[in-house]
């Protein structure tokens, strides 16, 4: 099912942005402690003719390749918290020497899919995220994530921020004051950090003696630079579940994040297909960066009014034969959870969240094509 899942979402945020692009920029990644199992790269292009390309990993060495329609890539980055991708959720700052750049002599698609560590040798989470190529570069962003609204020490919602200019300024603001990250450190006002050209900065919140909310504070955080850069948001592990299992301990968590897009190309009118999740499961979150940002459902209903840095979320009871048509004011930031089949008596246990393009973009076609869709 995790499979399915991963599969719907890709389609998605390959059907809008312009990932389709020659140059893709990977920031690292973060999780909880040995939550992060096998991991890979993916590229692909409709291309008949052969694609050279270069994966290059910031600080370290340059792998090349050729990829044509009939051939796409598979690239083992490794296992665990600490490689290339990976940085243990206490290495919370910036980092020098993590994440990949992806040139190509032609137009690509480029993707990164990982599993869960193993609970029992069995991979029991997977996610990804698609690269949305230069369209993922841009100097304002909000952050969003899962919910958490239960008490569980393994979630965590997280951000990273890879610079594309030496001597980029990033400031990160609209976290709570007393907020505390994953290595510890206490939110005290707006973040702000100087990073060097491929130099990344991770951000990671947990939840911290029995309070619920302090992961969740991430979510409408405001993210601004004054060069261009390449931001990932979401969870690695995070639940929208209101539920409890048997043990009275929360019912289920997954893995859910994407890289997003800067505010300029959001939008103000979306379509979301409901997935096959509980309505606690099937979420939209939207962040507003605008005062008095209007919500409307199917086009007339005012569902909510939020301002800049609140979010409106929506749950499953509001689709209408699986689909929900949803108008606002201004341009908001759109986030998507879903759920997956009941098919070991948890419904919460199969999530994901994924970054929802708007309706009126440059929408291709066809997609040509998803490598390898059975595999995680």
Sequence with gaps: MKRILLLFFTFLSINCFAQFSKTHYIPPLTCGTNLAGDHYIYISTPSSKDVNFKIMANGGSTITGVVNNNNPYIYSIGQGDNTQL????????IITNKGYIIE????IYASVRVNSGPNQNIYVHA???VSKGNSALGKTFRLGAMLNPLYDATLLNFASILSTENGTKVTISNIPIGTILSNGTTITGPI???LNKNESYVLGLENYENTVSNSSKIIGALVESDKPIVVNS???????SESLNAQGNPAGRDVGFDQIVPFEKTG??????KGIGTDDLERILLIA???NTKIYIDGTTLFKTINKGEYA???GSKFTNGNLYVTTSENVFAYQSIGGSNITNNPSANQNLFFVPPLNCATPSIVDNIPSIESI
Excluded: C, H, Q, R
């Design 313 to 315: 979320d929506i749950d």
């Design 127 to 129: 996610g990804g995220l």
């Design 268 to 273: 103000k009118e979306y379509i979301f297909v």
């Design 289 to 291: 960066n605008i005062d």
């Design 192 to 194: 702000t950090v100087t």
């Design 104 to 107: 190509a002599e032609d137009l």
């Design 86 to 93: 990976f940085t243990p959720k206490t290495s919370v700052g």
């Design 234 to 240: 979401g969870s690695f592990a995070g639940s929208n």
